[in-house]
């Protein structure tokens, strides 16, 4: 499925850059417009047609829990993961540069203010709307008091506190997770709760309350990027004012900036994920923290890849955790193997 999203984000990608470029509209603008919206209804238009398709094989697969509507809200958001922060940031420089090249009426400025204005709110709550989408289920409230109370103690350690613990009660036995939400919370999905104990419960915690920790520094980095991205793109209007650059290159050049700007945010991320890994390993066990990484993947079913060797991803990160917990390759091993009973699939 990851791959048939990739290929339709490609070809929206292309059908939408066709469209802005041979629409008759007289604005950069009004083709950035054009062209961000196009591409994120292109891109939820195909992942709808993607989730009906594979339906069946993935319910043969996955489970009678995997309905249709279920498998197409996944879809859909693993495909808005991508189509919001390109088509939003697009939207955002076409409002701003029809608003400078807007005609001297007055109702005309307040109508584009208008537009600009919900541009920018659309841009900056798409991040709490992506994060919410990708939640596996509803969330409830954490069903060990003992367990919370712990782990209180453990962000008191770490000087940080967060607000509520959380449940998510999902339908698919796949769907391992523990989340840093927006608001102090963090959650954990019910699946992946039930199969760990203590320590490595406290493990995982660890690594999501530094992520609460690091929200500060998180919105200061999207704020930057907004800061850039809004600078280049009227650096690319007024380029097209002087005539220095053509209407037909420009919005291809801002589509490009969008997708830096994509880039560059998830090396961010993984920059974080890496300095979470190190505080809970600081903090914890990294035994633990290893044995709770590969109970994710094997219940999510990605422990054991079609060679039947352990995922590469989850061998690099455990590795970098082992290196830094100071465990040997015989340990290392030793956590990776006592996961295999949540995965149904036994290395020869």
């Known amino acids: 499925m990851k791959v048939a999203t990739f290929v339709f984000l490609i070809v929206s990608t292309v059908l939408s850059l066709i469209a802005s470029l041979m629409a008759d509209v007289e604005t950069l603008g009004s083709r950035l417009l054009l062209g961000g919206g196009l591409f994120v209804l292109l891109v939820t238009f195909s992942q709808i047609v993607l989730g009906l398709c594979m339906h069946p094989a993935v319910q043969h697969i996955r489970g009678k829990e995997w309905t249709k509507s279920f498998l197409t809200e996944r879809l859909v958001a693993m495909g808005w993961m991508v189509a919001l922060p390109v088509g939003t940031t697009a939207i955002l420089i076409g409002s701003f540069e029809n608003l ?16 600009t204005f919900c541009a920018i709110v659309l841009w900056c709550a798409q991040w709490n709307a992506l994060h919410s989408l990708m939640l596996p289920g509803k969330l409830a409230r954490f069903p060990r008091e003992d367990w919370e109370r712990s782990a209180r103690e453990l962000a008191e350690r770490m000087g940080i506190s967060f607000r509520a613990l959380m449940l998510i009660q999902t339908r698919d036995p796949h769907s391992a997770a523990a989340l840093a939400l927006t ?20 493990a995982v ?25 809004l600078i280049i793109g009227i650096a690319i209007w007024w380029f097209t004012e002087i005539n220095f650059l053509s209407e037909q290159i420009a919005p291809v050049l801002a589509l490009g900036l969008s997708c830096a700007v994509l880039l560059v945010s998830f090396l961010f991320k993984k920059s974080r994920e890496d300095a979470a890994d190190v505080i809970a390993v600081r903090y914890t066990d990294a035994s ?7 109970i994710h993947y094997a219940l999510n079913d990605k422990l054991i890849d079609a ?18 917990g100071g465990l040997s390759e015989e340990e290392l091993r030793s956590c990776l193997v006592s996961a295999e009973r949540y995965s149904g699939l036994i290395r020869g």
């Open 100 to 115: 400078f090249h807007s005609p001297s009426g007055t109702l005309e400025k307040i109508l584009l203010v208008s537009i």
């Open 183 to 202: 608001g102090g919370r963090i959650a954990f999905s019910d699946v992946f709760l039930n199969s760990l104990t203590k320590e490595e419960f406290l």
């Open 205 to 229: 915690a660890a690594h999501e309350i530094e992520h609460l920790k690091q929200k500060r520094i998180t919105t200061k980095f999207f704020f930057a990027a907004f800061s850039f991205s």
């Open 288 to 294: 633990s923290f290893i044995r709770a990484l590969a």
């Open 307 to 324: 060679k039947g060797e352990f995922d590469k991803g989850l061998l690099r990160r455990s590795k970098r955790i082992a290196q830094e």
